[in-house]
C-alpha cells in the first residue's frame, strides 16, 4: 500500500513511474520490499545498489538489509520499530538475541542523511497505531520534491474507505516529526523471565487463526464461536511471533508484570523486621 501511495504521488506530479515489489512474504515471517523508479522516461522498475534517492524502511534490521541500495548524498527514513524474527533467537527460554542494536550513527561513513522515528508512537497519538506506515512517508516526503497536493491525493483514492482522515493525519504529522530518541538497549534476561502479558483487541481480530497455529507454546486459540482466546498464558515466553504475524494489529505482547513486594512490619527504628 505505502508503495502504491507513493507511485500514485508520482504519477500525479507528472512522472512516468515504475514499481516492483514483492508482497505476502509478511505472514511468514519474510520482508516485503518495493521498488520504485521514476523520471521523464523510465524503462526498469528495478533500483540498481548505490543509485537510491531515499530507502524508506519499517523496521530497523530492514534498513541495514537495504542500506546499500541508498547512493552517496542519499537519505534513509527509519522506523525504530523492531521486529525480532524467532530465527535471531539463540534461546526462546531466555530470549537472548543476535538482533542488531539500533545505532543513529550507522551509516555516517557513508554520507547518508538518516533520520529515525517513533512511527507507532506518532500513529497512536493520533488514535490509531494501524496509521504508522503514514507517517513514514510523510517523513519520506521531507525528501522528495511532491507537492502535498499530489500525496494527499494519492492517500485518500487507496487507502480503505473510512480511514483517509487518519492516515492523511499521520502523513502530515511525519512531515515534522521530532527525531526518536533511540532506546537504551535492554540486556538479555538471565533467565526465563517470566510469562508474557497477552493483549487481543477482539474488535480488529478476525479469528483468521495464523497467531494460534505458529504460537510455539500453544498459549492461544480460536474458540468453536471464531473467536481467539488466550488457553495457557503462564507459557508465553514473549516471543512476540503472534504479534508479528498477525494481520490486523489485534495482538500486543507486553513485559512480565513486576512482582509485588511487601513491607513487612517495622520497629521502632524504621528496621523492617
Request: net charge negative; with cysteine; proline share 6%.
Amino acid at each position: 500500500m505505502a508503495s502504491m501511495i507513493v507511485a500514485d504521488a508520482l504519477v500525479r506530479a507528472g512522472h512516468d513511474v515504475k514499481q516492483s515489489e514483492v508482497h505476502g512474504m509478511a505472514q511468514r515471517g519474510g520482508s516485503v520490499f518495493s521498488h520504485i523508479r521514476w523520471g521523464s522516461d523510465v524503462d526498469s522498475p528495478l533500483v540498481p545498489a548505490g543509485s537510491a534517492e531515499v530507502l524508506a524502511a519499517f523496521e530497523w534490521a530492514e534498513a541495514i538489509r537495504w542500506v546499500e541500495y541508498v547512493r552517496d548524498g542519499g537519505a534513509v527514513v527509519a522506523d525504530i520499530r523492531t521486529i525480532i524474527p524467532p530465527g535471531a533467537c539463540t534461546d526462546r527460554r531466555s530470549w537472548a538475541t543476535r538482533y542488531p542494536d539500533i545505532d543513529a550513527g550507522l551509516f555516517d561513513g557513508r554520507h547518508i542523511k538518516t533520520r529515525l522515528i517513533d512511527a507507532s508512537s506518532t500513529a497512536t497519538e493520533l488514535g490509531n497505531v494501524r496509521a504508522a506506515n503514514s507517517v513514514i512517508l510523510g517523513s519520506v516526503a521531507a525528501f522528495l520534491d511532491i507537492d502535498d497536493v499530489h500525496w494527499e491525493a494519492a492517500i485518500a483514492s487507496l487507502v480503505p474507505r473510512g480511514t483517509v482522515e487518519i492516515n492523511i493525519a499521520a502523513f502530515r504529522a511525519g512531515r515534522t516529526v521530532s527525531d526518536a530518541e533511540v532506546p537504551q538497549q535492554v540486556p538479555d534476561p538471565d533467565g526465563f523471565p517470566g510469562p508474557h502479558q497477552i493483549e487481543i483487541r477482539h474488535e480488529w481480530c478476525k479469528g483468521c487463526d495464523i497467531c494460534s497455529r505458529f504460537c510455539p507454546e500453544f498459549c492461544l486459540e480460536v474458540d468453536i464461536d471464531g473467536k481467539l482466546v488466550v488457553v495457557n498464558a503462564d507459557a508465553c515466553t514473549g516471543c512476540r511471533l503472534c504479534e508479528l504475524l498477525c494481520p490486523d494489529f489485534a495482538i500486543t505482547i507486553r513485559p512480565p508484570l513486576e512482582p509485588a513486594i511487601a513491607a513487612g512490619p517495622t520497629d521502632a527504628t524504621g528496621s523492617s523486621t
